[in-house]
């Protein structure tokens, strides 16, 4: 098959794309630094640095092996019709609507998640088992896996039957899309807490005792709505700690990894709740959402042109994937490819904001609690705990981390 001017230039992108991160690897690798920076010592051993040294270069060759499957079967597909092969064979089963588009996209989704499935093995019972992490059954991987695809289906589904049924019926079909888009969202993001966590994790509420009055202090002082405080069951899956709040108005949840709670003092557990009430303070969440919000009505109104039939650049498109009809499904796939590029664009300045939220938050946190060596004792843990990359290149960070290093926090903490 010959590929037309705009395929190349796709190609030449994504191979430019690939090769970058190639190149940020390599530089984050030599960046890694076998003695264990003065902030650390006396509290992470020689061996333990060690070893997040070798879990950082796992991790990398890991990282750089998924992105080539990943990419090398996105170009074969393309380049021997896949896309255009797939679209015929559903149209020839179901004929030209919405059925036809559900099939076309379901079988892609089920098609990409089969073959990744061996690399989510290797990752959960090969690399993170090596490392002290992983303590997934295989009957826990087997669950999760089978309530992933049913949620995808009994959410996925009947949004993508509503997408593609505006764009084929709705006159400025894009900005119904997108109204359609942003309200599922803000609906999940207000269930979530409620009805889909607790699908994966047990939420107990946190006992009565000095470390809940404390926290329960510092929420009243922050002057933050605090709806529930949960101990997540998150040691049944892996050794890693985090904490994290979500839900809208009541639905607010303060939820603390059972790991965290085991390994952090009081002063330190409030640190870290003060750091996450520190993001709503200083309304990072509803930036961030109203960030997405005007990211993804762009994004919608560049699909309504990618898909119009009547437009030159969308039969360039199509003809570049080998896609004899134009359509509204296969758009979405297509789009999302061509748009690959844009994507890379906006994560980068999307991290580089969210690097500044975390900053703002450490220092929020600090200034409340009165303690910032308390946040610094908890990140040092969680450090340790996770065996974080100490020294991260700063290509890296530029292109990937949504936080700081975290030696950089450290600084900015004691600097207050």
């Known amino acids: 098959m010959d590929?037309?001017?705009?395929?190349?230039?796709?190609?030449?992108?994504?191979?430019?794309?690939?090769?970058?991160?190639?190149?940020?690897?390599?530089?984050?690798?030599?960046?890694?630094?076998?003695?264990?920076?003065?902030?650390f010592e006396g509290i992470i051993p020689a061996s333990e640095h060690q070893k997040s040294l070798a879990y950082a270069r796992a991790s990398a060759r890991?990282?750089?092996?998924?992105s080539l499957v990943s990419l090398s079967t996105?170009?074969?597909?393309?380049?021997?019709?896949?896309?255009?092969?797939?679209?015929?064979?559903?149209?020839?089963?179901?004929g030209d609507g919405i059925p036809?588009?559900?099939?076309?996209?379901?079988?892609?989704?089920?098609?990409?998640?089969?073959?990744?499935?061996?690399?989510?093995?290797?990752?959960?019972?090969v690399l993170e088992e090596r490392f002290g992490f992983n303590r997934t059954t295989p009957r826990l991987f087997i669950t999760d896996e089978i309530k992933n695809l049913l949620l995808s289906a009994a959410l996925g589904l009947p949004l993508l039957a509503g997408?593609?049924?505006?764009?084929?019926?709705?006159?400025?079909?894009?900005l119904w899309a997108w109204l359609l888009f942003t309200t599922v969202q803000l609906l999940l993001t207000w269930a979530a807490p409620t009805w889909i966590l607790p699908l994966y994790n047990r939420f107990t509420p946190m006992e009565e005792g000095p470390t809940r009055s404390a926290i329960e202090s510092m929420a009243e002082k922050c002057g933050f709505p605090l709806g529930e405080i949960s101990v997540m069951d998150g040691s049944k899956r892996?050794?890693?700690?985090?904490a994290y709040f979500t839900g809208f108005g009541k639905t607010k949840k303060i939820a603390l990894y059972d790991t965290l709670v085991e390994e952090q003092t009081r002063d330190e557990l409030v640190a870290v709740l003060a750091h996450e009430i520190g993001h709503f303070k200083c309304r990072h969440i509803i930036k961030r959402i109203a960030m997405a919000v005007m990211q993804t009505a762009v994004l919608f109104f560049l699909l309504g042109r990618v898909i119009d039939s009547q437009s030159p650049f969308a039969r360039e498109l199509f003809d570049a994937f080998f896609v004899p009809e134009i359509s509204a499904h296969v758009?979405?796939?297509?789009?999302?490819?061509?748009?690959?590029p844009v994507s890379r664009i906006l994560s980068v300045l999307g991290n580089r904001s969210s690097r500044q939220h975390e900053f703002e938050a450490d220092a929020y946190a600090a200034q409340v609690t009165g303690q910032p060596e308390a946040l610094i004792s908890a990140l040092k843990?969680?450090?340790?705990?996770?065996?974080?990359?100490?020294?991260?290149?700063?290509?890296?960070?530029?292109?990937d981390h949504s936080h700081p290093p975290v030696l950089i926090r450290i600084a900015a903490l004691r600097s207050l």
Do not use: M
């Open 3 to 39: 590929i037309n001017a705009l395929g190349i230039a796709i190609l030449l992108i994504l191979f430019l794309l690939w090769n970058l991160d190639f190149v940020v690897t390599l530089l984050n690798l030599r960046a890694l630094r076998p003695e264990v920076p003065a902030e």
């Open 62 to 66: 890991f990282g750089l092996v998924e």
């Open 74 to 94: 996105l170009l074969v597909f393309w380049l021997i019709g896949g896309f255009g092969w797939l679209d015929s064979l559903c149209r020839s089963w179901l």
């Open 100 to 125: 036809a588009g559900l099939l076309f996209l379901a079988l892609l989704f089920i098609g990409n998640h089969l073959l990744h499935l061996p690399l989510s093995i290797y990752s959960t019972f």
């Open 163 to 174: 997408l593609l049924w505006i764009f084929q019926n709705v006159p400025q079909a894009w």
């Open 238 to 242: 892996s050794t890693k700690a985090n």
């Open 331 to 340: 758009g979405l796939v297509l789009f999302a490819i061509l748009f690959s």
């Open 381 to 399: 843990k969680l450090s340790v705990k996770n065996l974080s990359n100490l020294t991260p290149h700063p290509a890296r960070v530029f292109l």
